[in-house]
């Protein structure tokens, strides 16, 4: 708890997201510890002012979610967490499916409460178990670095401090303080990716390959995770460099600045002057920031204009966003340095 904190800068005010299960209320439990005393030691000595309070968010996908949210709510605010708040939310479920569409909501959900109640961070329960997972997902589905890079202790608003503690740990946690945690049934269900890697998979794996499967699976995370955040902030640094960005290809440039985005340039020179992981990068950032989903195939797709060997396009990209190759113009270089790509919203 500590050194995550310290991690996300001390934050003096804090919200606790809670689902009533054993790795979300082992974490409210030492917040609430925290938080009764009012401050939290240093890792390296000092004393930080500590307040915390709770979200239960009830996504409204269960049968009695509502109750399970309410008593769970009750037994956060008798650990002595305030405020406590619960929040039921619609989970819109799109082509990314039910898990990800409920993480979406509950997300929205955690940091309107946060930015409500002026809390600093949100503390999220997943544990070095959920991690193996997430990596092990990210592997069966041909992830690249950043996804198998997985969860990070700390990101935005978001700070996981129990990511080296084991499940069972949590569930040691609210044994000591008496605590009865609420388990969710989806954890077990078969039909759900995630359920069976953790009741079939990660087992298997660990009975076969020994009790380390899972610590070697969360390093890989933490190695991944550390390179692909400096892949990504270079990326980024060099598409601020690089993008023309226009709402429309109509309509004059720069923007507004609220105005979402619809057109962007890059000179197909510099883009092919850098290494592909940082090429790939930079063109995810544009059909990113177009609203597009930036997938494995299309990326490529979009990357193969630039040799100017095929056609000049367009080439559609998800989330309605297309790319194709401007001609070049009289005086340009050499035809297979010169023009630009141009990627264009069509929503």
């Known amino acids: 708890m500590r050194s995550a904190l310290e991690e996300a800068g001390w934050p003096s005010r804090v919200l606790v997201g809670c689902s009533g299960g054993p790795d979300s209320l082992a974490l ?3 917040a609430a510890h925290f938080s009764r005393r009012g401050e939290i030691p240093g ?3 000092g004393r930080h002012a500590l307040e915390a309070g709770a979200v239960v968010v009830d996504h409204q996908l269960q049968e009695g979610s509502g109750e399970v949210a309410r008593t769970t709510a009750r037994v956060l605010g008798e650990l002595g967490l305030s405020p406590v708040r619960v929040v039921a939310v619609d989970v819109q479920l799109t082509g990314e499916g039910p898990e990800a569409a409920a993480r ?6 955690l940091t309107a409460e946060a930015v409500s109640w002026g809390a600093q961070a949100v503390l999220l329960g997943h544990t070095l178990d959920d991690q193996a997972e997430q990596v092990l997902l990210g592997l069966a589905r041909g992830s690249g670095p950043r996804a198998l890079g997985a969860m990070r202790r700390v990101r935005g608003l978001f700070v996981r401090p129990f990511l080296g503690l084991r499940r069972a740990d949590t569930l040691d946690v609210c044994a000591a303080e008496g605590l009865e945690p609420w388990f969710d049934p989806t954890n077990e269900d078969p039909r759900f990716m995630r359920s069976r890697v953790r009741s079939t998979i990660m087992p298997f794996l660990e009975a076969e390959l020994g009790p380390g499967v899972a610590h070697g699976l969360a390093r890989t995370a933490a190695l991944l995770g550390a390179d ?7 990326a980024l640094r060099i598409y601020r460099t690089l993008a023309e960005v226009g709402p429309d290809a109509r309509e004059v440039t720069p923007p507004p600045r609220e105005v979402t985005p619809r057109r962007i340039v890059l000179p197909i020179g510099p883009l092919l ?3 592909p992981a940082l090429r790939g990068r930079v063109l995810s950032h544009a059909v990113t920031e177009l609203g597009g989903q930036p997938t494995f195939e299309r990326l490529g ?3 193969r204009l630039l040799d100017r060997r095929g056609s000049a396009g367009p080439i559609e990209v998800p989330g309605h966003v297309s790319a194709c190759r401007e001609p070049r113009r009289k005086g340009t270089p050499p035809p ?12």
């Not at 340095?337 to 919203?345: D, M, P």
């Open 28 to 30: 409210a439990a030492a």
């Open 43 to 45: 890792v390296g000595g």
């Open 104 to 109: 979406t909501a509950r997300h929205a959900a």
């Open 228 to 234: 692909a955040d400096y892949l990504d902030d270079e």
């Open 273 to 275: 002057d850098l290494p």
């Open 301 to 303: 797709a979009v990357e």
């Open 336 to 347: 297979e340095r010169a023009g630009r790509l141009v990627l264009v919203s069509h929503r």
